[in-house]
């Protein structure tokens, strides 16, 4: 098994434990920041094992590629690979949605113009009737104010 240890600047005062071990292809990557404590995201171990060092502090920029030199056949390879296929999936059921969505949009069109003239008499017709009930308020709060 190897170990790689990078010491990382995040947010907090205190650099972030970066921990990378190798054991065959297998490769198991921790870190101490609140996001990876949280089994959330953590932007530390993917960014090093993209080869970016920015905010690394502990001076093995070095390491970097030997991480990196890992990646090749790893699990974490196959497994952002898989990623990358769900992204370009999901990627084309949107544009499918969207597609569908104007499709049925244009298909629905004449109803939707006839809805819009009567919106606009029925909102013409509010209009009149609500300006008197308006100017009563506005009287009856004068009223009040006296
Ligand atoms: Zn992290």
């Not at 690979?81 to 049925?104: H, I, N, P, T, Y």
Request: with cysteine; glycine share 8%.
């Amino acid at each position: 098994m190897e170990r790689i240890e990078f010491r990382v600047q995040g947010s907090a005062a205190e650099p972030y434990v970066v921990v990378f071990e190798r054991t065959g292809d297998n490769i198991d990557a921790r870190c101490t920041c609140p996001g990876s404590r949280m089994a959330k995201r953590c932007k530390h171990r993917l960014s090093i094992l993209y080869a970016c060092t920015d905010g690394i502090v502990s001076g093995n920029l070095d390491d970097v590629g030997r991480v990196c030199s890992w990646m090749a056949g790893s699990d974490v390879e196959a497994a952002l690979a898989r990623v990358d296929s769900a992204e370009a999936a999901w990627k084309a059921a949107k544009g499918a949605l969207k597609s569908a969505q104007d499709a049925e949009r244009a298909a629905k069109g004449g109803t939707a113009d006839r809805k819009d003239s009567a919106g606009v008499r029925n909102g013409t017709l509010s209009q009149f009737h609500g300006v008197p009930r308006r100017l009563i308020m506005a009287r009856r709060m004068r009223l009040a104010d006296r």
